[in-house]
T-cell receptor, first 115, second 113 residues
Framework: KAGVTQTPRYLIKTRGQQVTLSCSPI?????VSWYQQTPGQGLQFLFEYFSETQRNKGNFPGRFSGRQFSNSRSEMNVSTLELGDSALYLC??????????????FGSGTQLSVL | GQQVMQIPQYQHVQEGEDFTTYCNSSTTLSNIQWYKQRPGGHPVFLIQLVKSGEVKKQKRLTFQFGEAKKNSSLHITATQTTDVGTYFCAGPGYGGATNKLIFGTGTLLAVQP
């Protein structure tokens, strides 16, 4: 079974640009979550999608958005990039979730650097 | 807001020594999960604890869930260099039907051969 696939692996952008990251969950998994990881703030929850609907959203500005397609693949978008958006963005999938009682399977992440 | 703290932030041990990391939640948890992230890698699920006072073992790793379901610990016996990495605990974030997890601050373990 293929794991969670995130593309691209590395990305360099400049301030003000926008970026789109992609995540393909494990086959059969319908829940996709996104996390931002930085040395200072640790792992911060961005949002979670299930059956193309956003079920929960973390405390991030509206510049961060996402969506999920009918095949469960998900994308997240960050507009008007700021230096502080430099981070490792991790996608995680789970079967269905619902009560925070399913393990998360993480992708390798996208390392975003904003210059 | 809901918080999950871990101590210590960093621990350096000699190979063969024991290691323990502690996890404390500001709220009661229905379950707690532990993940390990190797340097340059991504978090990998280790285990889930559900019952109050539960203890589970995986070879040299022992996981405990507190009686009040607000704290947990991970103990590694006789550390090896392969144990190097950051250990995170994580609990469900409240907010209805969701698989949102709140991750602890993590403990970075360095093992000197």
């Amino acid at each position: 079974k293929a794991g969670v696939t995130q593309t691209p692996r590395y990305l360099i952008k400049t301030r003000g640009q926008q970026v789109t990251l992609s995540c393909s969950p494990i086959s059969g998994h319908r829940s996709v979550s996104w996390y931002q990881q930085t040395p200072g703030q640790g792992l911060q929850f961005l949002f979670e999608y299930f059956s193309e609907t956003q079920r929960n959203k973390g405390n991030f500005p509206g510049r961060f958005s996402g969506r999920q397609f009918s095949n469960s693949r998900s994308e997240m978008n960050v507009s008007t990039l700021e230096l502080g958006d430099s981070a490792l963005y991790l996608c995680a999938s789970s079967l269905a979730g619902g009560q925070g009682n399913e393990k998360l399977l993480f992708g390798s992440g996208t390392q975003l650097s904003v210059l | 807001g809901q918080q999950v703290m871990q101590i210590p932030q960093y621990q350096h041990v000699q190979e063969g020594e024991d290691f323990t990391t502690y996890c404390n939640s500001s709220t009661t948890l229905s379950n707690i999960q532990w993940y390990k992230q190797r340097p340059g890698g991504h978090p990998v699920f280790l285990i889930q604890l559900v019952k109050s006072g539960e203890v589970k073992k995986q070879k040299r790793l022992t996981f405990q869930f507190g009686e009040a379901k607000k704290n947990s610990s991970l103990h590694i016996t006789a550390t090896q260099t392969t144990d190097v990495g950051t250990y995170f605990c994580a609990g469900p974030g409240y907010g209805g039907a969701t698989n949102k997890l709140i991750f602890g601050t993590g403990t970075l373990l360095a093992v000197q051969p």
